[in-house]
C-alpha cells in the first residue's frame, strides 16, 4: 500500500551551538517569547511568531525545534535567533 494524499504537520530539528548559553539572561532580555523555570524544565522555551514554532534551548548550546512544517522554515527561524542566542554565550 502506498499514501499519497498527506501533509506534514510537524517537523522536529535538533541543532548544536557548540556553546553554552546564558539562559537566564536570555529569559530576562526576551520575556514575552520566553519561559524558563529550571525546577520544572532544564530547557528554556523560545515561541518564534515567525515561522511559527518553538525552540527548546538547553544551557549546553543544544536546541530542539518543533512546530515547523519545512527544513526552510527550520533554518530561517534559526538563523533569525542565531544573532540573539550568540549575545548571550557563555564565556568562562
Not at 520544572?40 to 512546530?67: A, D, E, Q, S
Amino acid at each position: 500500500t502506498r499514501f499519497f494524499d498527506f501533509t506534514v504537520q510537524n517537523m522536529v530539528g535538533l541543532f548544536d551551538l557548540r556553546f553554552p548559553i546564558r539562559l537566564e539572561g536570555l529569559l530576562l532580555a526576551n520575556e514575552q517569547m520566553t519561559q524558563y523555570e529550571p525546577e520544572l524544565f532544564p530547557g528554556l522555551i523560545y515561541r518564534i511568531i515567525k515561522p511559527r514554532l518553538v525552540m527548546l534551548i538547553f544551557v549546553n548550546g543544544k536546541i530542539v525545534m518543533t512546530g515547523a512544517k519545512s527544513r526552510e522554515q527550520m533554518y530561517e527561524a534559526l538563523n533569525n535567533v542565531y544573532p540573539i542566542l550568540h549575545n548571550y554565550r557563555k564565556t568562562n
